[in-house]
């Protein structure tokens, strides 16, 4: 079993930077692939990105593409999220989430285990 810890949120203002850092503990992070979702009030948690095991493949939904980046540093066995660009639609309490499956998977359905989630909130 994994633990995940999500850091790094905050409130900023629109066109700011944020990065998000996910501390994985109790396994090697290297045998999952990570996600990293969110989720905004009255909406549902929607995947923004996700990265392999290898980290060779990426996934990024439209909504993030061009201003977020996920990447993975199996031997801090963290996984981080860079914000640029930041929008108000951006606001929502982000988690990551970790798989056992192969390629990036998007559905919360696929996801074992999950952070307890860290509040971004951004300003216009």
């Known amino acids: 079993q994994v633990q995940l810890v999500e850091s790094g949120g905050g409130l900023e203002q629109a066109g700011d930077s944020l990065r998000l850092s996910c501390a994985a503990s109790g396994r090697a992070l290297s045998s999952y692939a990570m996600g990293w979702f969110r989720q905004a009030p009255g909406k549902e948690r929607e995947c923004v990105a996700a990265i392999s095991r290898s980290g060779g493949t990426t996934y990024y939904s439209d909504s993030v593409k061009g201003r977020f980046t996920i990447c993975r540093d199996d031997a801090k066995n963290t996984v981080y999220l860079q914000m640029n660009s930041l929008k108000p639609e951006d606001t929502a309490v982000y988690y990551c989430?970790?798989?056992?499956?192969?390629?990036?998977?998007?559905?919360?359905?696929?996801?074992?285990?999950w952070g307890q989630g860290t509040q971004v909130t951004v300003s216009s």
């Open positions: 989430a970790a798989t056992r499956v192969l390629s990036v998977p998007r559905s919360t359905l696929l996801y074992d285990y």
